[in-house]
């Protein structure tokens, strides 16, 4: 059984029914006032001051470090690196880690289906180094086999960087398995866990994970805060992208420069301390639930989404075997933004477009959806009223007209 | 014009629209317009000969406003002179943009004098007349 407070998410006393969860997740109100009581009451810098409430900042924003740390099952708090957010977690592995480690001719593994921010840094690294990017050819669910996973790699395959689940076909991908192969060629895996981490348990030394990123508001934290995991010898390794503050341990005239250790070395300038100390919070009301509550409640309420919207002959429906919470469809001859400014007339949030996974048309021949995205605070009663209101879409430009 | 049929003008140049699908010649001056909100995209393409707009066609995945409005603008500037277009493009961006109009001028575009209520829409209207004006530019620097 899982126990849902709906009324821990303000924004949901407003008759919302929120099904773009990929996109960003709602906030419970322990967040927003953790972060309030931060601003209120003890709102000083971190690491900078000798006085009562700067060390309590101090001490609030390491312990969302080590709090972090244990739920991804990091061997250590120094591994975790706050960043923007997963995009830049990305692109600090790309451009302060890969672009030193790869070497003329090494290949990196990417699929179809990745969002944008974990393609476009490695195109833009092609261009500036000769590298080559491939593609694992997926199945005809649009989901990846380990078998075709084998076949792609060659002996100048260094890094597999992939999603554990993606952002549109929603298919969860066997982490443990793939980071086998991965091992076993030598090959460094780079794991895209904006989609996974918030809907599963994840851990990062079991999985033997090289690098993890993932962002804070897809798991009820706040926007502007990502996390980018690093196994300590690569992250001693990694260079700096940005220089300044917080990061130095002295410098002189003469141009002398040495920084701190690893993660201060990363983390330049004022930190998001606030953001920081809101996902301890969103962590601390995730693992109350419990992960793996959260994701089986995920999977039956995916399963029910789709037997139900089956039954409604214009819809069409594109990776409903997979078993994240994620459906992409569209009502046929439909336009996918149309259908979603039609949904919101009933205060139904989807998402219509590309979903920053431009690359995927390839794939499955179709440019836009509409996605639907679930979280643990959604119900079969919001879904009942999908049903209800997609079920009489024949007036839908009634409605929107 | 009433609700219903200004939802019957755009459903129809939805559904059914006039000028799609583009020619394969190179006779044609040709733009395209992502919208910023990454999803309608519309090629346009215009013959000018003599500073008259001798054929337009357009293709693309788009909404039902952005293509509709597409189709109904296309009708409308065919067999007519460059600065006629110029002219109609500054009326339909004012009736969007709640300002003032020829009614008689833009015809069947009336049909989009609610768009300013959803604001999110506005660029889905100005799809075409975006479109077009990268055209006119075009032109202009030759």
New interface residues.
């Given amino acids: 059984m899982i126990i849902i407070n709906r009324e821990d998410f303000p924004i949901l006393n407003n008759n919302l029914i929120y099904f773009d969860n990929s996109a960003t997740t709602l906030k419970p109100k322990c967040v927003i006032e953790a972060m309030n009581d931060y601003y209120y009451n003890y709102g000083a810098n971190i690491h900078r001051g000798d006085y009562k409430i700067s060390l309590k900042a101090s001490n609030e924003y390491e312990e969302v470090r080590n709090k972090v740390a244990k739920f991804i099952g990091a061997n250590n708090a120094t591994e975790i690196v706050f960043t923007s957010g997963a995009t830049d977690s990305l692109n600090k592995i790309v451009f302060g880690f890969m672009k030193n480690y790869l070497k003329d001719g090494d290949e990196v593994l990417l699929t179809k289906s990745e969002h944008a921010s974990n393609v476009i840094p490695w195109i833009e690294l092609a261009k500036i180094k000769n590298i080559k990017i491939k593609y694992i050819p997926l199945n005809k669910n649009h989901e990846l086999t380990i078998e075709s996973l084998e076949k792609t790699i060659t002996k100048n395959t260094k890094v597999i960087a992939i999603a554990a689940i993606t952002n549109v076909v929603g298919d969860v991908r066997n982490i443990k398995e793939i980071s086998e192969v991965a091992h076993n060629n030598n090959i460094i895996l780079v794991v895209d866990g904006a989609q996974s981490v918030p809907h599963m348990k994840t851990n990062v030394a079991l999985d033997n994970i090289d690098f993890l990123v993932f962002s804070a508001h897809k798991m009820l934290g706040p926007t502007g805060l990502g996390v980018l995991y690093g196994k300590k010898k690569y992250l001693e390794q990694m260079k700096p992208l940005e220089f300044g503050g917080g990061m130095n341990q002295y410098f002189e005239v003469t141009g002398e420069v040495e920084y701190k250790s690893i993660p201060t070395r990363l983390e330049a300038g004022t930190p998001p301390i606030a953001e920081v100390i809101g996902l301890g919070k969103a962590i601390d009301y995730l693992e109350k639930i419990g992960m793996d509550k959260i994701y089986n409640y995920e999977k039956e309420l995916k399963k029910y989404l789709v037997s139900k919207l089956e039954k409604i002959d214009k819809i069409v429906l594109y990776n409903k075997s997979t078993d994240s919470g994620v459906l992409a469809f569209n009502i046929e001859g439909i ?4 259908t979603a ?1 039609y949904l919101d007339e009933y205060n139904i949030c989807v998402r ?3 979903h920053c996974a431009k690359i995927l048309k390839d794939e499955i021949n179709i ?2 959806t509409c996605r639907l995205s679930l979280y643990f605070y959604n119900t079969k009663e919001e879904i009942d009223k999908l049903v209800e209101v997609l079920n009489k879409s024949d007036d839908l ?2 409605v ?2 | 014009m009433d609700g219903e049929l ?2 019957e003008i ?2 129809d140049n939805y559904q059914n629209p006039y000028h799609k699908g583009l020619k394969n010649d190179d006779g044609y001056y040709k733009a395209n317009t992502n919208n910023e ?5 519309i090629d346009i393409q215009l013959k000018i000969e003599n500073g008259i707009i001798k054929d337009a066609n357009f293709d693309g ?5 952005s ?1 509709s409005a597409t189709s109904i603008f296309l009708r409308k500037i065919i067999d007519k002179r460059v600065e006629y277009v110029k002219k109609l493009i500054s009326n339909y961006e004012n009736l969007i943009n709640e300002k003032e109009y020829d009614e008689e001028l833009l015809g069947e575009l009336m049909a989009y004098d609610n768009i300013y209520m959803q604001p999110n ?1 506005k660029h ?1 209207a100005l799809l075409p007349v975006d479109t077009i004006k990268k055209i006119l530019k075009q032109l202009e620097e030759e």
Avoid at chain 1, 335 to 338: H, L, M
């Fill in positions: 336009f996918s933004q149309d400014i219509a477009g590309n440019k836009n430009f009634k929107i007209l | 200004k939802r755009i459903i909100s990454c999803i309608d995209n995945e788009a909404c039902a406003i293509t829409r889905c």
